[in-house]
Nanobody, 126 residues
Framework: EVQLVESGGGSVQSGGSLRLSCAAS????????MGWFRQAPGKEREGVAV???????SYADSVKGRFTISQDNAKNTLYLQMNSLEPEDTAMYYC????????????????????WGQGTQVTVSS
């Protein structure tokens, strides 16, 4: 069973930084797409950043240049470094994974991911 556990959320002021972590277990890392998604109150869940086993990444336009997704395969941990945070980044952030062929391109679509963590809250004040 795939298990994903997020941590690292919190409250920061506009312009601040946070690093989210996602500890993963129960699957073979090399055959999955991994990603970060977020959901603000009253809004639909949206893709933030995804990465495949080869390190190929994709970002939402709203976070390009500010957020960086990375992974430590040895530790089975996914990260999201968030810099220059804005109040619009306030949301519950979720780690997600889904099985893919080795090296497959990963996409930001929420519907493409079947395994989810419980989420970690990020709040950015102005």
């Amino acid at each position: 069973e795939v298990q994903l556990v997020e941590s690292g959320g919190g409250s920061v002021q506009s312009g601040g930084s946070l690093r989210l972590s996602c500890a993963a277990s129960g699957y073979t890392y090399s055959t999955y797409c991994m990603g970060w998604f977020r959901q603000a109150p009253g809004k639909e869940r949206e893709g933030v950043a995804v990465i495949n086993v080869n390190g190929r990444t994709s970002y939402a336009d709203s976070v390009k240049g500010r957020f960086t997704i990375s992974q430590d395969n040895a530790k089975n941990t996914l990260y999201l470094q968030m810099n220059s945070l804005e109040p619009e980044d306030t949301a519950m952030y979720y780690c997600a994974a889904d099985r893919r062929a080795y090296g497959a391109i990963c996409y930001l679509a929420v519907s493409g991911y079947g395994h989810w963590g419980q989420g970690t809250q990020v709040t950015v004040s102005s």
